[in-house]
């Protein structure tokens, strides 16, 4: 009885700004007070499940109990004092990856060059790699960050607006990307590139790609709040 009430208050205070590990102790403290008072209960007397009851009143109702936590500065985590950093840590986290990947290519290209000597591929296998490249990178990468940085904005205090921010951040930026890998053809040595380059002519086209891209990266937060609201009006 006593551990989903307190495990829903830590979730609560951390959806309120509250740190992981300050909404894990306050939960911790909250537990602690409820078994004194559950003793003390008992001590007088009292059944085991009037004992628990009774130690739930006098603990207070939750929204009381949060305040206590929420309401101290110190205890906020980094994404309530400095919200605009989701955004920065999205891009940051897309750059990452996209880097990540082409290293490892890079590296898998040179060692079969250096395992097969005279490693050639059809022309048309090497464009349809580059092809497979190119829409891995600059579509369903960022399609799959944004995704993931919606899915923890639904348990974390961000705010729609830092969301949305940091969702088109990185679906702008896969659409300004230049990548390509092209394989070993006759006549020509492999290569990988990866860069971005910015033309205020082009952010125009590049527009409705960017808004289609966010659009699918922030279906899985409004599909989760949809869920989340609909169980909170019909609870059990």
Request: glycine fraction near 8%; charged fraction near 15%.
């Amino acid at each position: 009885m006593t551990e989903p009430r307190f495990a829903h208050l830590s979730r609560a205070l951390r959806r309120q700004g509250v740190a992981g590990r300050h909404a894990r102790r306050a939960a911790l403290e909250m537990s602690g007070h409820y078994h004194q008072l559950r003793l003390q209960a008992l001590a007088r007397g009292e059944p085991p499940d009037q004992a628990a009851r009774t130690a739930h009143e006098a603990m207070g109702a939750d929204a009381v109990l949060m305040e206590r936590y929420a309401n101290r500065p110190e205890l906020r985590g980094w994404l309530y004092r400095w919200p605009a950093l989701y955004a920065i840590a999205s891009l940051a986290s897309f750059a990452v990856l996209c880097v990540t990947i082409m290293a490892l290519l890079v590296l898998l290209l040179n060692g079969l060059r250096l395992v097969v000597h005279h490693l050639t591929v059809p022309p048309e296998v090497a464009m349809a790699v580059n092809s497979g490249l190119v829409v891995a990178l600059q579509w369903v990468l960022p399609i799959l960050v944004g995704a993931g940085f919606a899915l923890l904005a639904s348990r974390r205090p961000v705010a729609l607006r830092w969301l949305i921010a940091s969702v088109l951040l990185v679906c702008l930026t896969a659409r300004l990307m230049n990548s390509g890998l092209m394989l070993p053809i006759p006549g020509q040595r492999g290569s990988a590139t990866l860069g971005i380059g910015i033309r205020l002519r082009a952010l125009a086209l590049q527009l409705p790609g960017t808004l289609i891209m966010a659009a699918l990266a922030l279906t899985p937060y409004f599909i989760v709040t949809h869920r989340a609201g609909w169980r909170r009006s019909f609870p059990g």
